[in-house]
C-alpha cells in the first residue's frame, strides 16, 4: 500500500487549504482512513478520519466545525479540506489507513500505511 499525501502549503490565518491523499496497492474500499498531524516539538496527534463508505467522519475537538474529511472511492483519495486556518494548526499532516474493524480510529497504532506527510503553515 501506497499514500501520497499533497496539498499542503503556505497560507495566513482565516484562509483555507484542502490536502488530498491518494491511496493505492489495495482495494480503496475497504479502508479505513484518518489524518494526523505534528506540530514542532509536539507527539502527532489525530485530526479526522472517515469510514470505508464516506457514512462516518471523526474529528478532534480543535477542528470541529473547521475542518470536513471527505473521500471519493472512484479516485482512490481521501481529501481534508480546511478552513479558517489558525497559527496553530501549523504542522506537518499525514493520511494513515487501515483495512481492520473495530479498531480506535485516533489512536495512530491502529493504522498499518502512513503516507509522507505534507506541510502547512498558517501564518497570523
Do not use: H
Not at 482565516?14 to 488530498?20: N, Q, Y
Not at 471523526?58 to 474529511?69: A, D, E, L
Request: overall charge positive; aromatic content about 12%; some cysteine.
Amino acid at each position: 500500500v501506497q499514500l501520497q499525501a499533497s496539498g499542503g502549503g503556505l497560507a495566513q490565518a482565516g484562509d483555507s487549504l484542502k490536502l488530498s491523499c491518494v491511496y493505492s496497492g489495495r482495494l480503496f474500499s475497504n479502508a479505513a482512513v484518518g489524518w494526523f498531524r505534528q506540530a514542532p516539538g509536539k507527539e502527532r496527534e489525530f485530526v479526522a478520519r472517515i469510514g470505508r463508505r464516506g457514512a462516518s467522519e471523526g474529528y478532534t475537538n480543535s477542528v470541529k466545525g473547521r475542518f470536513t474529511i471527505s473521500r471519493d472511492n472512484d479516485k482512490n483519495t481521501v481529501y481534508l479540506q480546511m478552513n479558517s486556518l489558525k497559527p496553530e494548526d501549523t504542522a506537518v499532516y499525514y493520511c494513515a489507513a487501515t483495512q481492520r474493524y473495530y479498531v480506535d480510529y485516533k489512536d495512530e497504532g491502529s493504522y498499518s500505511d502512513w503516507g509522507q506527510g505534507t506541510l502547512v503553515t498558517v501564518s497570523s
